[in-house]
């Protein structure tokens, strides 16, 4: 289930909630004020594994002077 961040437009409270997609749709009160007045921020997307040349080569290299695992 991924994580999704929220505002409460009331009091100012940032908060994040896991939902599952089904409820993605539905807006959660907020944990600090109780009010229903909530609204869905963007987040950032974070990606792991390559790098930002696209070749994971490198890292390998690094571990060893041949290149390899001793």
């Keep these: 289930m991924p994580f999704y961040e929220y505002r409460c437009n009331?009091?100012?409270?940032?908060?994040?909630?896991?939902?599952?997609f089904s409820e993605a749709d539905q807006l959660?009160?907020?944990p600090k004020c109780a009010?229903?007045?909530?609204?869905?921020k963007l987040s950032k997307v974070v990606s792991f594994g390559a790098s930002s040349s696209g070749?994971?080569?490198?890292a390998?290299?690094?571990?060893?002077?041949?290149?390899?695992?001793?």
């Design 10 to 20: 009331e009091c100012g409270e940032a908060f994040e909630k896991m939902l599952r």
């Design 28 to 30: 959660p009160v907020c």
């Design 35 to 40: 009010s229903p007045n909530t609204q869905k």
């Design 55 to 58: 070749s994971t080569s490198s």
């Design 60 to 70: 390998s290299s690094s571990c060893s002077p041949r290149g390899g695992f001793s």
